[in-house]
């Protein structure tokens, strides 16, 4: 941490341009510790900062590490085509200091999902080489049967993959839906699996990443919260 004007303080937290910034600080719109601060070139150790923009407290981080619970229907895209984007589903801060989804998620997929503005996280989460284990709830189009967890568990040929492809663990939840852990990242892969087994996913969610699940972070669909140290080292195989 270090020390840095409040307009750049502001700024790096995702408040707008550092003039834009400045106009905010000096229209007394910023307080720090109960007084209302007017000199946008007056400086604050950040470390531990607290302020008040427009009356909404905020806390000063280098970088956010956030865990979002997607809907279904929003794309994991800055440029989303066809449906909104997840970051319209956090504040508009996030946007301007360039947050973005770790990896992606279907539309229509639901489940946790990492989104950061710390490219070095962001890298070593996205990177297949660190085989973090993914748990998916997949809902089938036709019975979950023995022979279809069998065939998920020794591996399926999917087009464009040199070699077959298989689930972790896997095991049924109950007649149209299992439980299907992956490490390898795939596009697409849960469902192609599936439909290279014979069946057909109809809902796809993911309920956690390494050993951080969504019951633990007790999020509803749409809702999100910042990941502290703790949480973000259950994110590495194996801790």
Request: net charge negative.
């Amino acid at each position: 941490m270090s020390k840095l004007t409040l307009d750049r303080i502001l700024q790096s937290q995702g408040f707008g341009t550092r003039k834009g910034c400045q106009q905010m600080i000096e229209a007394g719109e910023v307080s720090i510790a109960g007084a209302c601060i007017t000199n946008s070139r007056a400086t604050f150790e950040t470390e531990a900062l607290e302020f008040v923009v427009y009356g909404e407290p905020w806390v000063y981080r280098e970088h956010v590490y956030i865990a979002l619970n997607k809907p279904a229907n929003f794309e994991c895209s800055r440029k989303p085509s066809h449906h909104p984007g997840v970051l319209t589903l956090l504040p508009e801060q996030f946007t301007w200091r360039d947050v973005q989804p770790v990896g992606r998620l279907d539309h229509d997929t639901t489940g946790i999902l990492l989104m950061s503005d710390d490219g070095s996280f962001i890298h070593a989460q996205s990177s297949p080489k660190r085989h973090v284990p993914k748990v998916y709830a997949a809902t089938t189009h036709d019975p979950v049967t023995p022979e279809l967890v069998e065939q998920l568990l020794a591996g399926v040929k999917l087009h464009d993959e040199p070699a077959p492809l298989a689930a972790l663990t896997c095991r049924k939840l109950s007649e149209h839906q299992l439980e299907i852990v992956l490490v390898q990242g795939k596009y697409h892969q849960v469902k192609r699996m599936l439909a290279a087994a014979g069946n057909h996913c109809t809902a796809l969610r993911r309920s956690a990443i390494g050993n951080l699940t969504l019951d633990a972070l007790e999020l509803k669909e749409g809702e999100w919260c910042y990941l502290d140290e703790v949480q973000r080292a259950l994110l590495v195989p194996g801790v």
